[in-house]
């Protein structure tokens, strides 16, 4: 992938996502729920080589708080997985919080958690040089398989950018689009209880 090109992906797995994580040294996740993390061998092992190598400054990992009471949940665990009891959805929390707590508890220092009572608007993914953005849709599709917009981005700078707030209007169209999905994750953190 060449600096500044903009994909879409149809699904994570197109995304090649372990392998982009385990090249990663700085990492940045933004999304309701970690279960299906928690399940794929290959990335817990991507995680597993990131964390483990001595460049790897820190993951940031902000997921939805189902316990904040939000007026909306109701609605949003309809969009997260339609159908599924709200019980079962509750579980497929308790794995990605067991998976998060599993991380941040081996990696000390590295792996600051967050959750949230946000509205979740996007799983994004920041990777290394890549953000990676989804969408939740009411449909039967979840997150994890539907498109997936993949641009590379100087993320360190649009964090830095974000977390002072900087106006985005010396940008190029294309940079302040990349800058409005950092920004967003940045908020959701910014809102979060920090829980490691």
């Known amino acids: 992938m060449e600096y500044g090109e903009i994909r879409v992906h149809a ?5 090649r ?3 982009l994580v385990a090249g990663a040294d700085r990492l940045f996740f933004h999304a309701a729920v970690y279960s299906n993390f928690a399940r794929d061998r290959a990335m817990a092992d991507a995680l597993e080589a990131a964390l483990s190598r001595p460049r790897f400054t820190r993951l940031d ?15 949003f665990r309809q969009v997260l997985r339609r159908g599924l009891p709200e019980v079962t959805l509750r579980r497929e929390f308790g794995v990605s919080t067991a998976f998060c707590d599993d991380l941040a508890a081996r990696h000390p220092g590295h ?10 608007l996007a799983p994004i993914l920041l990777v290394g040089d890549t953000i990676l953005a989804g969408h939740y849709l009411h449909g039967p599709v979840p997150a994890p398989l539907g498109l997936w917009l993949a641009v590379t981005a100087d993320v360190e700078d649009l964090l830095s950018r974000a977390e002072d707030d900087v106006s985005p209007d010396v940008l190029d169209p294309a940079t ?9 994750c940045v908020a959701a953190r910014s809102a979060a209880r920090r829980l490691a």
């Open 11 to 15: 699904g994570l797995g197109e995304a």
């Open 17 to 19: 996502l372990p392998e």
């Open 61 to 75: 990992v902000v997921s939805f708080d189902p316990a904040a009471g939000a007026a909306y949940w109701d609605e």
């Open 111 to 120: 792996v600051r958690l967050f959750r949230t009572p946000c509205l979740p």
């Open 176 to 184: 302040k689009g990349a800058y409005r999905l950092v920004c967003e």
